[in-house]
């Protein structure tokens, strides 16, 4: 007799499964993550698992599919509007991811502690390219509208998403060795921040000349954005501390 299955109780058991194996792949990192870890964390038997994910392999792809519709629907959303220019949704491209990583400034900082780490080589290749396809494709039309606006001039627009993309990826590494090097028993974070906003600033140059849009087009970061993130990196720092190293990924 065929099992039946409830689609709401099995969206919700998936759904638990792979919210269990992130936490795990964000802490342990993927290379160090057994499916045994996820039955010990979710409780269910190795016939369970497999009814919900054929393997651990496909559970990272359920991973990574996660993160590009958490991250791309307010992009697309934004994308979406017909009252933006091209200007507009480019800008706020950024702020929205801006908005999400400091809404979710707490889960960020602890993420980007294991995010380099060799454990997660594969995961942090996987979802890099993942989003990148992403946005890139995103981008694209922001660039296609800017062109047909005339506010854009491009003389690769089907390449540009993909050179934006890069260029801000790179940036964002860059950003993440900087603020994740941080010595809390140095008092450094003045030279620190500052080299941050004009890493940030080249790079936004670059972007600029990619659309051929006049320099300062778009907003560049600043001290007290920075500041922010330095902060955020403190209290994490200081919430390890407190819980010892046992707990501290």
Not at 69 to 83: F, H, M, N, T
Not at 84 to 95: C, H, N, Y
Not at 98 to 120: C, P
Request: aromatic share 8%; charged share 30%; hydrophobic share 40%.
């Amino acid at each position: 007799m065929a099992r039946i299955v409830n689609p709401e109780q099995y969206a919700a058991k998936r759904a638990e499964i792979l919210n269990a194996a992130s936490r795990l792949m964000l802490s342990k990192g993927y290379e160090h993550m057994s499916i045994q870890d996820i039955l010990g964390e979710v409780r269910i038997s190795s016939g369970a698992f497999h009814h919900y994910f054929t393997s651990r392999s496909a559970l990272l792809e359920a991973f990574i599919e996660q993160i590009k519709e958490e991250s791309g629907k307010p992009l697309r959303q934004l994308i979406a509007d017909p009252a933006l220019s091209a200007r507009e949704k480019f800008q706020g491209f950024f702020d929205t991811l801006d908005r999400l990583r400091m809404e979710h400034k707490a889960e960020v900082v602890r993420i980007g502690r294991v995010w380099y780490d060799e454990s997660n080589a594969v995961v942090r290749l996987r979802v890099t390219e993942a989003l990148a396809k992403q946005r890139a494709r995103l981008l694209g039309e922001i660039v296609r509208q800017g062109i047909e606006e005339g506010s854009f001039v491009v003389t690769y627009p089907d390449y540009a998403g993909e050179v934006i993309v890069a260029l801000l990826q790179a940036m964002g590494d860059r950003h993440a060795q900087l603020l994740f090097a941080l010595d809390q028993t140095c008092d450094n974070d003045q030279r620190l921040i500052e080299e941050i906003v004009t890493i940030h600033a080249i790079y936004m140059d670059a972007v600029e000349r990619v659309l051929g849009v006049p320099t300062h087009t778009f907003c560049r970061t600043n001290a007290e954005r920075v500041h922010f993130w330095v902060e955020a990196i403190r209290e994490d720092d200081q919430e390890l501390s407190r819980k010892g190293p046992e707990t501290g990924t």
